[in-house]
């Protein structure tokens, strides 16, 4: 009868040993982590939309990661959208003043790697510049027409949210 509690006792403790040092190691990187990311954001908003402040709006809305509007009045919006993958796409969609989109970028994106530089060339995404309300149709890519639906969902999805909340995300503070 000994015997055989031994093994799984000394199991749970190996069990609840390891997991101890994870939540540990969790505790150390997590803010490490967090300021990565925030750098990584930081980085592409100002590869794509230039150097500015930025600030993170309160406001949220269905579907969109965060709000972030700059000094130039422009809103962009951090939309995570489905491609070949659910939940695979990880996007900035900025919309100026005038209400156009002026620029669409993949932060992150886990397609496959020819779906992933296909829709993320200026050749697709120059598609979506200028557009000032959602349109139903776009120029899809060949063998990667969901990853070119996840993005155009998500241009759709700023466009509206942009539309419906004008006024509320330019006073914004």
Do not use: W
Request: net charge negative; charged share 15%.
């Amino acid at each position: 009868m000994r015997e055989a509690i031994k093994a799984p006792i000394v199991l749970t403790v190996i069990c609840a040993s390891v997991c101890a040092l994870l939540a540990f190691a969790n505790d150390l990187t997590d803010e490490k982590i967090d300021a990565a990311a925030q750098q990584q954001l930081q980085d592409t908003l100002s590869s794509t939309f230039g150097e500015a402040e930025y600030t993170t709006l309160s406001q949220s809305f269905d579907g969109i990661n965060q709000v972030i509007r700059d000094t130039e009045n422009r809103v962009i919006f951090d939309i995570t959208s489905s491609g070949y993958t659910k939940d695979g796409q990880h996007l900035l969609i900025g919309i100026g003043a005038d209400g156009a989109v002026c620029g669409v970028t993949v932060v992150s994106i886990s397609d496959s790697p020819s779906q992933a530089k296909a829709v993320q060339a200026d050749t697709f995404l120059s598609q979506f510049i200028g557009l000032t309300e959602p349109t139903p149709t776009y120029d899809a890519i060949a063998g990667a027409t969901k990853s070119s639906d996840g993005i155009h969902a998500a241009v759709q999805l700023a466009l509206e949210t942009y539309t419906a909340n004008k006024e509320a995300l330019q006073n914004a503070q």
